[in-house]
């Protein structure tokens, strides 16, 4: 059973910056592709940012694009999620995501591609 905790969220001003962590435990963090989503107040779920098995390739979603940057530490289990250039239309639940099996430059943006979800964790980003 693979288990996923985020962490790392927070009310911050806009402008500001946050790193989301997201520890994995169970099974092999290295055959997992990982991915951030969030949801907004509202709205449906969406994604934000993936990262391959080995880190090789990232996928964006437009709006974070040059603001945020996702990364990998498989000696850790750990995917992590920079944000810079805080909006407040970045307010959301931010859930990580891991994807089991895909080949190794994969990077899906698609929620049923996910097989195991953790519990979000609040980014609020005040004007």
């Known amino acids: 059973q693979v288990h996923l905790v985020e962490s790392g969220g927070e009310l911050v001003q806009a402008g500001g910056s946050l790193r989301l962590s997201c520890a994995v435990s169970?099974?092999?963090?290295?055959?997992?592709?990982m991915g951030w989503f969030r949801q907004a107040p509202g709205e449906e779920r969406e994604f934000v940012a993936a990262?391959?098995?080995?880190?090789?390739?990232?996928r964006y979603t437009d709006s974070v694009k040059g603001r945020w940057t996702i990364s990998r530490d498989n000696a850790k289990n750990t995917v992590y999620l920079q944000m810079n250039a805080l909006k407040p239309e970045d307010t959301a639940v931010y859930y990580c995501?891991?994807?089991?099996?895909?080949?190794?430059?994969?990077?899906?943006?698609?929620?049923?591609?996910?097989?195991?979800w953790g519990q979000g964790t609040q980014v609020t980003v005040s004007s």
């Open positions: 169970g099974g092999i963090f290295t055959t997992y592709t």
């Open positions: 990262i391959s098995r080995y880190a090789t390739n990232t």
């Open positions: 995501a891991a994807d089991y099996g895909r080949d190794f430059a994969y990077t899906g943006s698609e929620m049923n591609e996910y097989d195991a």
